[in-house]
């Protein structure tokens, strides 16, 4: 059976990146085998953050999520703290994992550059075997990410493997799933459409936050970066010669469940494209912007749905890393106490 983990970060906001990268696919994708999405709240300690801001944005996460149509009756939602045996399992993993694999993480080594390898949280270099534990504990068959958490999947597959042939099978490897290119993996920045759309580092214009007015989505998207081609095929789908005009293209096709490529057919002006493409947006996140103001307002409610999420989630975690641990060698708790 399919077994589907996830997870995203609550700081930051969420950006059309994320959406269309990851979480449209986790709603579309929702009932299919058993499906765990989780808000990786522990992830988010590896940088400076403000507690009371910390706790309100998980919770304002997850009510995105829901808002965005995960239900809670065909998904399992939780929050990553709430289930302990994350940390648990992530030790382990640290204890397979070696140094050199981890410093080569690319995601490492732009995050600790901005404020020096000697200033970064310890977390923010073991940051992987986190998130490795957060998919193994799940026994996840499948991982919907965005392109950019590639090379943490490998990771998680060769450290699953490693786990298994030293201490015997304990874990499924996990198959990413990322979407085909063109169809929302990577979300281009839209100043900078060479760099993907991120909640961290890109400029604010070039970036659109799901809760942004539908004015600011206009005038971003009007401001996007093209090039200087003008003639009647100048709209084509052509990511490494043309990465702006491809990404508004990307964006569009995703918003109206199309083809990029046959949707460039439709256009030969720049300003029609991403007048439509704007406008695509728009109605794509209206729904999700009122559903979220009704959650909103029932915070109990959404308090009640991660902890039916993370009960759910509990046993099935604290299952796999029993098995982890005894594989590993450690005493089982209780053994200590017998005469
Ligand atoms: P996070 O919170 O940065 O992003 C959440 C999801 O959004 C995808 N994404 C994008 N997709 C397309 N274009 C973009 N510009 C773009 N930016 C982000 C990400 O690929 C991701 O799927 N480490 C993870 C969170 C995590 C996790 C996990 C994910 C922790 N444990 C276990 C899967 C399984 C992260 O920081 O995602």
């Not at 998680?156 to 490693?162: C, E, K, P, S, V």
């Not at 256009?267 to 947006?281: E, I, N, S």
Request: with cysteine.
């Amino acid at each position: 059976m399919t077994r589907v983990f996830s997870g995203i970060q609550p700081t930051g906001g969420v950006h059309l990146g994320n959406y269309l990268g990851a979480v449209r696919y986790w709603v579309e994708d929702q009932r299919d085998g058993e499906t765990f999405y989780c808000v990786v709240d522990l992830h988010a300690l590896t940088v400076p953050r403000d507690p009371a801001e910390l706790c309100r944005q998980t919770r304002g996460m997850a009510t995105l999520l829901l808002a965005a149509g995960l239900d809670p009756e065909a998904c399992n939602l939780f929050v990553q703290s709430h289930v302990p045996e994350h940390t648990g399992l992530a030790w382990l993993l640290e204890c397979t994992a070696s140094m050199g694999e981890l410093a080569r993480m690319t995601q490492f080594k732009d995050k600790a550059a901005k404020g020096g390898e000697e200033a970064a949280r310890v977390g923010l270099f073991t940051y992987p075997t986190l998130m490795a534990a957060d998919i193994l504990l799940y026994q996840a068959t499948h991982v919907p990410v965005g392109e950019d958490q590639r090379q943490h999947l490998e990771l998680t597959r060769d450290l699953a493997g490693r786990f298994n042939h030293r201490y015997g099978e304990v874990f499924t490897v996990p198959e990413p799933a990322i979407p085909p290119a063109g169809r929302g993996a990577r979300i281009m920045d839209l100043q900078e459409p060479t760099r993907k759309m991120s909640k961290s580092g890109g400029s604010d214009q070039g970036m659109i936050g799901l809760f942004d007015d539908p004015a600011v989505v206009e005038r971003k998207i009007s401001r996007a970066v093209t090039d200087a081609e003008s003639g009647p095929d100048a709209v084509r789908f052509d990511p490494d010669a043309k990465p702006g005009v491809s990404n508004l293209l990307q964006i569009l096709a995703a918003a109206t469940g199309a083809d990029p490529a046959e949707v460039a057919g439709a256009y030969r002006r720049y300003g029609d494209l991403k007048a439509a493409t704007a406008a695509a947006v728009v109605e794509m996140l209206r729904p999700l912007r009122a559903a979220y103001q009704d959650l909103e307002a029932d915070p109990a409610g959404v308090d009640r749905v991660l902890r039916r999420g993370a009960e759910r989630a509990g046993p099935v975690a604290a299952a796999t890393l029993a098995r982890a641990r005894e594989a590993i060698g450690l005493l089982p708790p209780g053994t200590a106490y017998q005469s």
